[in-house]
Nanobody, 124 residues
Framework: HVQLVESGGGSVQAGGSLRLSCAAS????????MGWFRQAPGKEREGVAR????????YYADSVKGRFTISQDYVKKTVYLQMSSLKPEDTATYYC??????????????????WGQGTQVTVS
């Protein structure tokens, strides 16, 4: 079982930056893919970025490509999402997710096994 806790959310003006953290605990060795998702009120949860824990391969949604960076710290068992050049449309609750094994479609919420409780990001 894996537990995920997000932190680092807050309010920022357009053009600003934030760094989100996802601290993992439990049997984290089984998690091969870590993803960041976001969900605005009344909207579907959408994939933002993912990273493969073995090798560090990354991928991004077109909407955040060039602005967001996903990374990991093996020692701290933490995944980060560095967000720059933030826009009002980035406003959402951001969730960290983990999957055992490699998903065929990383951006689909249903393929993930574990989820954090989310952290709010507001861009004005």
């Amino acid at each position: 079982h894996v537990q995920l806790v997000e932190s680092g959310g807050g309010s920022v003006q357009a053009g600003g930056s934030l760094r989100l953290s996802c601290a993992a605990s439990g049997y984290t060795g089984s998690s091969k893919c870590m993803g960041w998702f976001r969900q605005a009120p009344g909207k579907e949860r959408e994939g933002v970025a993912r990273i493969y824990t073995d090798g560090g391969s990354t991928y991004y949604a077109d909407s955040v490509k060039g602005r967001f960076t996903i990374s990991q710290d093996y020692v701290k068992k933490t995944v980060y999402l560095q967000m720059s050049s933030l826009k009002p449309e980035d406003t959402a609750t951001y969730y960290c997710a983990a999957r055992t094994g490699y998903p065929g479609s990383w951006y689909l919420p249903r393929v993930y096994n574990y989820w954090g409780q989310g952290t709010q990001v507001t861009v004005s």
